[in-house]
């Protein structure tokens, strides 16, 4: 069972940047799928980014142009990385491993989650 273990949160005025990071580890299968998303108080969880293995990317309209999905392969961790920072991005930020061969911003995609974190961003 993959474990993921999220970093690089914190707090940043508008248009600030951030980069967090996903160590993933406990799984020598590499999932095809992997993603962020996001949950402020009292909203639903939202897909924000995913990457393939085949590095094919796909963003929320709501971060096109701002934030950036990547990995590594070589040190088992994703990337996320955020600019143009907006109070609306405000959230706990989640990175997610993909349960099949198929990739989607929904939740229902991922079977594996971490623990999150926390992105404010003041104006």
């Known amino acids: 069972q993959v474990q993921l273990v999220e970093s690089g949160g914190g707090s940043v005025q508008a248009g600030g940047s951030l980069r967090l990071s996903c160590a993933a580890s406990?799984?020598?299968?590499?999932?095809?799928?992997m993603g962020w998303f996001r949950q402020a108080p009292g909203k639903e969880r939202e897909g924000v980014a995913y990457?393939?293995?085949?590095?094919?990317?796909s963003y929320a309209d709501s971060v096109k142009g701002r934030f950036t999905i990547s990995q590594d392969n070589a040190k088992n961790t994703l990337y996320l990385q955020l600019n143009m920072l907006k109070p609306d991005d405000t959230a706990m930020y989640y990175c997610?491993?993909?349960?099949?061969?198929?990739?989607?911003?929904?939740?229902?995609?991922?079977?594996?989650w971490g623990q999150g974190t926390q992105v404010t961003v003041s104006a």
């Open positions: 997610a491993a993909g349960a099949g061969w198929s990739c989607a911003l929904t939740t229902g995609n991922f079977d594996t």
């Open positions: 406990g799984d020598s299968n590499r999932r095809y799928c």
């Open positions: 990457i393939t293995t085949y590095g094919t990317t």
